[in-house]
T-cell receptor, first 113, second 116 residues
């Protein structure tokens, strides 16, 4: 079964600095998708960034980028120039084809002014 | 474009009572998902619909949970009877293209259920 592990329950970053959230996953498949979702307090979950496993190039969305290491089954999220609005729970997720999306337990990110 | 709507936002019931949640997906989205998010955990898929058919309900506790999607649009999730361990946030999500892995899922605000 595919599992997703986020080893950092909580992380903290100073405003304007950079933080990296870790995620590892377990799969025997070669073709799949990886996602980072953001869940602000009392607000809905939104997609931050996604990565197709067949693509070698790491995905980037403005201040958000990933470090995808397929062989190591690692998928970390880097947030640059952190802003107060980045404070949220961040979930790493894995999906293969039409199968259900598997989420990690989440990392709570605090941004200090 | 309107997002995924869910109601109620909060519900408190006693164990063994029944409860129902409602979801209205984004217009035109063929696929609808119900997730259960227990405090301190990531969401877990309960059921996935494509139009009004069930694609995956392997993790739905069918002895107490049921769901339907009328006419391929709105959906309801019911729990009968509720147990203490059902206390969680129930999230509804929808996506445009049926079940494609890369397709973005749009989430609603969730319904927070507390079972006493």
């Amino acid at each position: 079964a595919q599992t997703v592990t986020q080893s950092q329950p909580e992380m903290s970053v100073q405003e304007a600095e950079t933080v990296t959230l870790s995620c590892t996953y377990d799969t025997s498949e070669s073709d799949y998708y990886l996602f980072w979702y953001k869940q602000p307090p009392s607000r809905q979950m939104i997609l931050v960034i996604r990565q197709e496993a067949y693509k070698q190039q790491n995905a980037t969305e403005n201040r958000f980028s990933v470090n995808f290491q397929k062989a190591a089954k690692s998928f970390s999220l880097k947030i640059s120039d952190s802003q107060l609005g980045d404070a949220a729970m961040y979930f790493c997720a894995y999906r293969r084809g039409n199968n259900d999306m598997r989420f990690g337990a989440g990392t709570r990110l605090t941004v200090k002014p | 474009e309107a997002g995924v709507a869910q109601s109620p936002r909060y519900k408190i019931i006693e164990k063994r009572q029944s409860v129902a949640f409602w979801c209205n997906p984004i217009s035109g989205h063929a696929t609808l998902y119900w997730y259960q998010q227990i405090l301190g955990q990531g969401p877990k898929l309960l059921i996935q619909f494509q139009n009004n058919g069930v694609v995956d309900d392997s993790q739905l506790p069918k002895d107490r949970f049921s769901a339907e999607r009328l006419k391929g649009v709105d959906s309801t999730l019911k729990i009968q009877p509720a147990k203490l361990e059902d206390s969680a946030v129930y999230l509804c999500a929808s996506s445009l293209i049926p079940g494609q892995g890369v397709e973005t899922q749009y989430f609603g605000p969730g319904t927070r259920l507390l079972v006493l």
